[in-house]
């Protein structure tokens, strides 16, 4: 029985892989920068929402205790009572106190110099100062 087309294996020159491969690379060039931008402004606003959350809690904590947690103290005293509280009525966190989107202890001064309580994450860089992801996220 004869063919009336003759058979060809069909698949794809090193010519069209190379033109695809070079369209993914620009196309992966424009997207990936817009892509881990993105990434860093969702870090900001996870630490916003949890400065936002320790502040609640802190309140509670007032309300039951009197006052806030001194330094020394520190945000552990939202998830384990501190010796010399006796009107303590927590836990105030579900879970202990988290370390910010970058890995770092969030700052806890009671009384602070901007409030009743300073609570801050130094950002990314974890020092103090700094611009973008590196700013500051203040309680103030």
Do not use: C, N
């Not at 690379?25 to 424009?30: E, V």
């Amino acid at each position: 029985m004869s063919r009336p087309f003759p058979v060809r294996s069909s698949g794809f020159t090193l010519l069209e892989l190379l033109v695809v491969m070079v369209i993914i690379g620009l196309l992966a060039g424009y997207v990936g920068p817009k892509f881990f931008g993105q990434i860093g402004k969702s870090e900001v606003k996870a630490a916003r929402a949890q400065i936002d959350a320790l502040q609640k809690s802190l309140d509670q904590y007032r309300l039951d205790v009197g006052h806030y947690p001194s330094t020394e103290q520190g945000l552990a005293a939202l998830f384990s009572k501190p010796a010399d509280e006796p009107k303590w009525s927590g836990p105030y966190l579900a879970k202990a106190v988290p370390k910010d989107p970058w890995g770092h202890a969030y700052q806890y001064r009671s009384p602070g110099e901007h409030g009743e309580y300073d609570l801050l994450s130094y950002g990314r860089d974890g020092r103090p100062g700094g611009e973008g992801e590196d700013d500051d996220l203040i309680s103030w």
